[in-house]
């Protein structure tokens, strides 16, 4: 089995399926889209824009981040493969975890999005993603 490769900046990336913008979860304005991306050789990516109660929700409750976001999330075959991956909820848990928290330059520890990547291996557990360093898999640290 051919392991996927992580994209390079330079690798074109093809915008396959789009929320639009989303609509309130209980009242609460959290996402403004989920979209989902193909990169050639590499394979599929979620990629959340989540706002500043979106940060906040999910960073005190994860599941009702992740509920908030798979009601979102496009109708689309390979967005349901996805959610179905552990290593995709790992993802987002680290998100979330690191989502409130700003660098001293004013960018987010967790992205402006959250970028949630199938071919990513799952961890053992949560905790594996977020004492990472860099925190989930990104290519800065804090």
């Known amino acids: ?12 990336q ?11 979860w ?18 599929y990516q979620l990629q959340i824009a989540p706002t500043i109660n979106g940060r906040i ?7 009702v981040g ?5 009601a979102c999330a496009p109708s689309h075959t390979k967005v349901k ?16 975890y690191w989502g409130t928290k700003k660098f001293a330059s004013g960018g987010w520890w967790g992205g402006p999005t959250w970028d949630l990547e199938g071919w990513r291996p799952a961890r053992a ?6 004492w990472d360093v860099p925190p989930c898999g990104s290519s800065s640290s804090p």
Request: charged letters at 15%; aromatic letters at 14%; a negative charge.
């Open 1 to 12: 089995m051919a392991v996927a490769s992580q994209p390079t900046q330079a690798q074109a």
């Open 26 to 43: 209980r009242g609460a304005d959290l996402y403004n889209f989920v979209r989902l991306y193909y990169y050639p050789g590499s394979g």
């Open 57 to 63: 929700f999910a960073n005190y409750d994860f599941s």
């Open 66 to 70: 992740w509920a908030a976001m798979t």
């Open 81 to 96: 493969e996805l959610l179905g991956k552990t290593t995709i909820r790992q993802q987002f848990d680290c998100h979330a």
């Open 125 to 130: 557990n949560d905790s594996e993603w977020i």
């Open 14 to 24: 093809t915008l396959v399926a789009n929320s639009g913008k989303c609509a309130p």
